[in-house]
């Protein structure tokens, strides 16, 4: 492998991998060479945009810390992350869409009865969630586990709370008999993906907003089903179509539906204004190897 040139290296390189154990990873290798070295013809970089380039990545992986995973973030931020999903989580028309999973997942969870508060006490308007979860063929699925997670009333989750003794706004719910579930909780904020590391300097550069709208975020795993990872948007937030990390999609948009206080399905439970959210949720069959 002498004299290469523009023309010959990337098969030069491709060839270094022939003894590869794992087919699987010979046949990625194979594509990120390819690719990433028609980019490099395609935009002909300097070797000084290059190089910053390379302090971008380096600065990235140095942000990452056990609680912060920049490279995931930026992943989100160019796509990548919701093309994943997409090509992943293939599902009918009928069927419950994913979204991203995001950072704030926790396997440490409380486990909750049925119509449980999940706010620990936070303040913000009150939200009630009605949600049911049922097959294609709209009959009832028992005993889903469904997890719930969601931001406060200034966009902040528990986890980023200083002194919060314990969970809130998250809970793991078991589905009854009628496919049911349902909790108590505050309304979601829109909130600022991190912007203060290396994908924040990308998002300023190319005029981006770091505002994610509300969501409230679902993950529902039931026996001889595809788990959906997903989220539920209000249909008024005003940042709908600029999702920095691309996860709305219209099936996931909802109503959010405000209430007076005394009025309404769940004015026996609260003298305060407060929002309904209702949902039903339909699980498409576990492929079979």
């Given at each position: 492998?002498?004299d ?14 022939r003894?590869?154990?794992?087919p699987?990873?010979?046949e990625?290798?194979?594509?990120l060479v ?14 000084e945009e290059?190089?910053?380039g390379?302090d971008?990545?380096t ?6 810390t056990p609680?912060?995973?920049e ?9 990548v ?7 992943g ?5 009928a ?6 999973l ?7 969870r409380?486990r909750?009865?049925?119509?449980a508060?999940i ?9 009630f ?13 028992a005993?889903a586990?469904?997890?719930v997670?969601?931001?406060d ?10 002194g919060?003794p ?18 108590r909780?505050i309304r979601?904020?829109s909130?600022?993906i ?9 998002m300023?550069a190319?005029?981006?907003?770091l505002?994610r709208?509300?969501h ?14 997903t989220?539920?948007?209000?249909a008024?937030d ?7 990390v ?8 909802e ?6 206080a ?9 003298d305060e ?17």
């Amino acid at each position: 492998m002498r004299d290469l040139t523009s023309d010959t290296i990337t098969e030069a390189v491709i060839s270094t991998m022939r003894d590869t154990g794992d087919p699987r990873l010979a046949e990625i290798l194979r594509s990120l060479v390819r690719h990433l070295h028609a980019f490099v013809r395609e935009a002909e970089p300097t070797e000084e945009e290059w190089a910053a380039g390379v302090d971008f990545l380096t600065r990235t992986g140095q942000t990452c810390t056990p609680t912060r995973q920049e490279f995931i973030l930026l992943s989100d931020v160019l796509g990548v992350t919701m093309l994943v999903d997409a090509l992943g989580n293939r599902r009918s028309a009928a069927a419950t869409q994913n979204s991203v999973l995001g950072p704030y997942f926790r396997e440490d969870r409380p486990r909750h009865s049925d119509a449980a508060d999940i706010s620990g006490g936070l303040p913000g308007t009150p939200l009630f969630f009605e949600g049911r979860v049922v097959d294609r063929d709209a009959a009832p699925v028992a005993g889903a586990g469904v997890d719930v997670w969601h931001s406060d009333a200034d966009g902040h989750y528990d986890m980023e709370l200083p002194g919060r003794p314990g969970p809130a706004m998250r809970a793991l719910f078991r589905t009854d008999d009628t496919g049911g579930f349902a909790f108590r909780s505050i309304r979601p904020a829109s909130y600022p993906i991190p912007g203060d590391g290396p994908v924040g300097d990308l998002m300023n550069a190319t005029s981006r907003s770091l505002m994610r709208p509300a969501h409230v975020h679902l993950l529902i795993d039931a026996p001889g089903f595809q788990r959906v990872t997903t989220m539920l948007f209000p249909a008024d937030d005003p940042y709908l179509d600029t999702d920095p990390v691309f996860g709305v999609k219209q099936s996931l948009v909802e109503s959010y539906d405000p209430y007076e206080a005394g009025t309404g399905p769940c004015r026996g439970l609260t003298d305060e204004p407060y929002t309904l959210l209702r949902r039903t949720f339909v699980l498409e069959p576990r492929l079979v190897d």
